[in-house]
């Protein structure tokens, strides 16, 4: 057994899926509390009076085990992740997960949030629904019970509890033009190592391209002819960019093109293909509303994990394990967790 502090780090393994993972982010450490505790065979760590045991987390692993192997076949737990395998990286982000998603609920007991009676009845019917795609042989093998289901989709629902109360006062508008997405296409003259004569040589040709286009001449057509980047056309937000770039692009209407803009690398001319992207900005405005959320609930969370100690049982860990064979369950944690607690 070994002790473990809680690293921070994105909440790499389940961002893509859910409101709640892309809040998720990092613990604080406090170890010295619990240096005698002692963890059973199938609990996987202790934060302060919450344990974590093998049912809980296989019920992750095998979600991630079905849309893994799915797409990429079995065989995807071999792959080389810089110097692990994917199986490894999985499971550190795996641990990251459990600890952060513990520490949440945890966090909740602080401030009174606890689900309703009607919550109870849907995550009593979520874990009966999620154990009934179980193959019994994966339910015995996995360790995995109605206890165990219930007490997976209560913490992870309470988790979410816990940021909405949090973050109830933030306001999710995000004004269009803070959002709004743009496509342009570049003539970049880069400068990078040049002397200051010869700088000027570059920001001289790129006004003599930038007299072409007003004279008439394609800018598509200058670009692949004269522009040293590869890249002609790119979609744009705010904050992607260098502020002299972004500024000028952003101020561009349908189809006008910039003057000379000059920025650390290089010497640009910029013409606006589409001042609004619609569908680009909407999604970017729900980037952005979770953004503000966020940073709002981090002021009470960080505070909160700072007071956390963590143990964890190094020999019960080396038992998860993504390469298992059997039966595919029929479906996931997620899919049933949608079903039962639309966003």
């Known amino acids: 057994m070994r002790k473990t502090g809680m690293r921070k780090s994105a909440w790499r393994l389940l ?31 202790r934060l302060d009076g919450a344990v974590c045991t093998r049912p809980e987390a296989m019920v992750f692993v095998l979600s991630q085990k079905m849309r893994y192997e799915a797409g990429c076949g079995a065989g995807i737990w071999d792959v080389k992740v810089g110097d692990q395998t994917f199986e490894g990286y999985m499971k550190e982000n795996l641990l990251d997960f459990l600890v952060k998603m513990k520490c949440m609920v945890s966090m909740a007991g602080q401030y009174e949030v606890e ?7 849907r995550i009593a019917q979520a874990a009966a629904a999620y154990l009934e795609g179980l193959p019994e042989q994966v339910k015995k093998d996995a360790g995995i ?25 933030v306001s999710a508008e995000v004004s269009e033009d803070e959002a709004r997405v743009i496509r342009v296409q570049q003539i970049c003259l880069g400068t990078a190592g040049l002397s200051g004569e010869e700088k000027e040589q570059k920001r001289l040709k790129a006004q003599e391209l930038l007299e072409k286009v007003r004279a008439g001449e394609d800018f598509a057509a200058l670009a692949k002819e004269s522009s040293e980047s590869e890249t002609l056309e790119r ?13 000028a692009a952003f101020a561009l209407g349908m189809e006008e093109v910039s003057p000379v803009v000059e920025t650390s690398d290089g ?26 959320k966020a940073d709002r609930f981090y002021e009470y969370y960080d505070v909160f994990v700072e007071q956390v100690t ?10 998860i394990d993504y390469r298992g064979g059997g039966e595919m369950p029929e479906n996931d944690f997620y899919t049933i967790y949608n079903q039962y607690f639309p966003s």
């Not at 019970?145 to 006062?169: G, P």
């Open 235 to 247: 979609e744009l937000a705010r904050g992607e960019s260098e502020q002299a770039f972004e500024t």
């Open 145 to 169: 019970d109605k206890k165990t289901a219930e007490t997976v989709f209560r913490e992870y629902y309470t988790a979410s509890l816990l940021m909405e109360r949090l973050t109830v006062d």
């Open 15 to 45: 961002a893509a899926l859910t409101f709640l993972a892309a809040l998720l982010a990092g613990c604080g450490k406090k170890e010295e509390a619990l240096s005698g505790t002692k963890l059973k065979d199938g609990e996987l760590f």
């Open 115 to 121: 689900p309703g009676d009607e919550d109870d009845k």
């Open 267 to 292: 010497f640009y001319l910029i013409r606006c293909v589409d001042n609004y992207d619609e569908t680009k900005t909407a999604q970017n405005k729900e980037t952005l509303a979770r953004k503000h």
């Open 310 to 319: 963590a143990v964890c049982n190094e020999s019960a860990w080396e038992t």
